[in-house]
């Protein structure tokens, strides 16, 4: 048997929450920081295991990463990325050279225009929601177009954001969807996935390789690491808790 060497492979990596965190997440495990918030100050960190896996992977023909970080904010994460990257929960897609690919945008923007209501539209409901007194309602833009909103709550109260979530789930158009965790609401288009961006690459620019590895965290990551053949999880996040509710996983 001869073994193919990991140039073979393409590896999607999600950012946040399963490449690097913030520092109150990570209560003295952080080591390196390699990203910023607007302003230049210090916020994504990694640790002695992602530092260790991220070395691992770089070795592979392509690494990418999937981010629902805008094309901006990805600009800011200082990592050694090179080849493709996918931004935007799906909706930008930037070459090697860091230009976005307007068939691709393109396309989003006509998918947008067919939407019953638009990014500003479902910020407008959102705020106007009793339960989002003092809740932060944030539409995510890149390349001039309104894609999704972000809602958080500055004093991280998870009790608060989730009577929030459990109000407007009910209010949003049938073409919207809600991702939520113990720390924000993400309102998106249905259409808007990081993994059909994955799909029209493989369709239109790259060719499949024999093994395509995912690292995700979160339920709304499923959808592309459900086209990988290895998935990777950090112990920290939403999709392995899901597992261990499940009986599905273990600590040992």
């Not at 003295?28 to 002695?48: F, Q, S």
């Not at 969807?177 to 309102?187: H, K, M």
Request: hydrophobic fraction near 40%.
């Amino acid at each position: 048997m001869s073994l193919m060497s990991a140039g073979d492979t393409h590896v999607f990596v999600d950012l946040d929450d399963s490449l690097f965190w913030s520092k109150r997440r990570l209560d003295g495990r952080e080591t390196i920081g390699v990203t910023t918030k607007m302003d230049g100050t210090p916020y994504g960190y990694m640790t002695a295991a992602s530092e260790t896996f991220l070395s691992l992977i770089l070795g592979a023909q392509r690494v990418i990463p999937i981010t629902a970080r805008v094309s901006t904010s990805l600009a800011r994460v200082k990592l050694p990325f090179s080849d493709y990257r996918i931004c935007c929960h799906g909706a930008v897609i930037l070459t090697d050279a860091g230009q976005v690919d307007d068939d691709w945008l393109d396309d989003r923007s006509s998918r947008l225009r067919d939407l019953t209501a638009h990014a500003t539209d479902i910020a407008d409901l959102c705020r106007a929601l009793p339960a989002a007194k003092g809740l932060r309602v944030v539409v995510r833009a890149d390349h001039g177009l309104e894609f999704y909103c972000t809602v958080r709550d500055p004093g991280r109260n998870v009790s608060k954001l989730a009577a929030f979530v459990d109000e407007v789930r009910t209010r949003i158009p049938d073409d919207w969807v809600l991702n939520a965790t113990d720390s924000d609401a993400v309102l998106r288009p249905n259409f808007l996935t990081k993994g059909s961006a994955i799909n029209w690459l493989y369709s239109r620019r790259l060719k499949r390789p024999d093994c395509i590895v995912g690292l995700g965290d979160r339920d709304d990551d499923k959808d592309f690491l459900g086209l990988c053949d290895y998935v990777v999880l950090p112990k920290s996040s939403m999709l392995w808790a899901a597992l261990e509710g499940q009986g599905l996983a273990s600590n040992g």
